[in-house]
Nanobody
Framework: QVQLVESGGGLVQPGGSLTLSCAAS????????MGWYRQAPGKQRDLVAR???????NYADSVKGRFTISRDNAKNTVYLQMNSLKPEDTAVYYC???????????????WGQGTQVTVSS
């Protein structure tokens, strides 16, 4: 079993900041890439940011310069620091970890339960 627990969402005013966390626990042998997606009502789920095992990152154009993704491999945790938040950032944010549970298993994606971020005055 692998569990992903997200935290850090909430209500924030435009221009404010939030930091999301996603911690994985359970039977984990190795984690490759980690990422964050978001889904606004009536829209598809889109990639926000992604970080590889060696620290390379990529971001959606809409969040470049405002969001920062990072990871703590010792804690099996990925973070998303969100600054200068805008109303259009309002969505449910999901973490995804590409991991293998055992040495002989394949890598596959595991998703968090989602956390709501609302940017509103």
């Amino acid at each position: 079993q692998v569990q992903l627990v997200e935290s850090g969402g909430g209500l924030v005013q435009p221009g404010g900041s939030l930091t999301l966390s996603c911690a994985a626990s359970g039977s984990i042998f190795s984690i490759s890439a980690m990422g964050w997606y978001r889904q606004a009502p009536g829209k598809q789920r889109d990639l926000v940011a992604r970080i590889t095992s060696d620290g390379n990152t990529n971001y959606a154009d809409s969040v470049k310069g405002r969001f920062t993704i990072s990871r703590d491999n010792a804690k099996n945790t990925v973070y998303l620091q969100m600054n200068s938040l805008k109303p259009e950032d309002t969505a449910v944010y999901y973490c995804v970890l590409n991991l293998k549970r055992f040495s002989l298993s394949n890598f596959r994606d595991y998703w968090g339960q989602g956390t709501q971020v609302t940017v509103s005055s």
